[in-house]
């Protein structure tokens, strides 16, 4: 008994360190050009399309600049992130946000949004998308171009992803080119909590093996006298 005793309160402390251990953090960022955007102006509706990398998303930031003769004025936003590719997707979360007039000229910087953990799946595809009617602050997209020959300095900054558009900016810019928007996902590895069924399985398992510890000992005990 004491040997089972001693099993099941082992596996109740390990089952409590599994249940209280801290989640990883990750971000990833891409930064992949000094192009901008100004949604009034090219629809009022763009998106970026990531891979996650973990199963809890908890921020999502792009970077804005001020257009170079546009007056400081705090502008409104709304983010909405979407199951799979495209703007056509199933929300899953949205929220408005602003960005502040203290916003820089010709300056990307970058505006995080804290989202409420949304569960995700490794490997799948989610697009955050952005609306507004504003257009006198911009998002910053790549490839970087040659203004004079449109000739693209960079390759394909992010594989897992591109950005979206309802009227294409640039002509090199489309949804089968290796466009995206200067973007960043983060976060966290949530560990799984085991369902019920699996704790009444152990505990079943733990039973077992205590009676067998117990009948065993028992005939070690008959034995010995017997001698």
Same mark, same amino acid.
């Given at each position: 008994?004491?040997?089972?005793?001693?099993?099941?309160?082992?596996?109740?402390?390990? %089952?409590?360190?599994?249940?209280?251990?801290?989640? %990883?953090?990750?971000?990833?960022?891409?930064?992949?050009?000094?192009?901008?955007?100004?949604?009034?102006?090219?629809?009022?509706?763009?998106?970026?399309?990531?891979? !996650?990398?973990?199963?809890?998303?908890?921020?999502?930031?792009?970077?804005?600049?001020?257009?170079?003769?546009? !007056?400081?004025?705090?502008?409104?936003?709304?983010?909405?992130?979407?199951?799979?590719?495209?703007?056509?997707?199933?929300?899953?979360?949205?929220?408005?946000?602003?960005?502040?007039?203290? =916003?820089?000229?010709?300056?990307?910087?970058?505006?995080?949004?804290?989202?409420? &953990?949304?569960?995700?799946?490794?490997?799948?595809?989610?697009?955050?998308? =952005?609306?507004?009617?504003?257009?006198?602050?911009?998002? +910053?997209?790549?490839?970087?171009?040659?203004? &004079?020959?449109?000739?693209?300095?960079?390759?394909? %900054?992010?594989?897992?992803?591109?950005?979206?558009?309802?009227?294409?900016?640039? @002509?090199?810019?489309?949804?089968?080119?290796?466009?995206?928007?200067?973007?960043?996902?983060?976060?966290?590895?949530? @560990?799984?909590?085991?369902?019920?069924?699996?704790?009444?399985?152990?505990?079943? +398992?733990?039973?077992?093996?205590?009676? !067998? =510890?117990?009948?065993?000992?028992?005939?070690?005990?008959?034995?010995?006298?017997? @001698?």
């Amino acid at each position: 008994m004491t040997t089972f005793r001693t099993l099941a309160l082992g596996a109740v402390a390990v %089952a409590l360190s599994l249940t209280s251990l801290p989640a %990883a953090a990750t971000t990833f960022e891409v930064v992949s050009g000094a192009r901008a955007v100004a949604l009034g102006s090219f629809g009022n509706t763009v998106g970026q399309s990531f891979t !996650a990398v973990d199963n809890s998303l908890t921020s999502i930031g792009f970077q804005f600049t001020r257009g170079a003769n546009a !007056a400081a004025v705090n502008s409104a936003y709304t983010l909405n992130i979407l199951s799979g590719d495209g703007l056509s997707g199933t929300s899953l979360y949205t929220t408005s946000f602003v960005v502040s007039s203290t =916003l820089a000229q010709r300056t990307f910087t970058f505006v995080d949004i804290l989202l409420p &953990s949304i569960a995700a799946t490794i490997g799948s595809r989610y697009t955050a998308t =952005l609306s507004s009617t504003n257009i006198r602050n911009l998002v +910053g997209i790549g490839p970087t171009v040659n203004t &004079s020959t449109g000739v693209q300095l960079t390759g394909d %900054a992010y594989a897992g992803g591109t950005a979206y558009f309802t009227a294409v900016p640039y @002509a090199d810019c489309t949804t089968t080119t290796n466009c995206d928007f200067n973007f960043r996902v983060s976060g966290t590895m949530v @560990a799984a909590v085991p369902e019920p069924a699996t704790w009444a399985t152990m505990f079943l +398992g733990l039973s077992l093996g205590g009676v !067998a =510890l117990r009948r065993r000992s028992r005939r070690s005990a008959t034995v010995r006298a017997a @001698a």
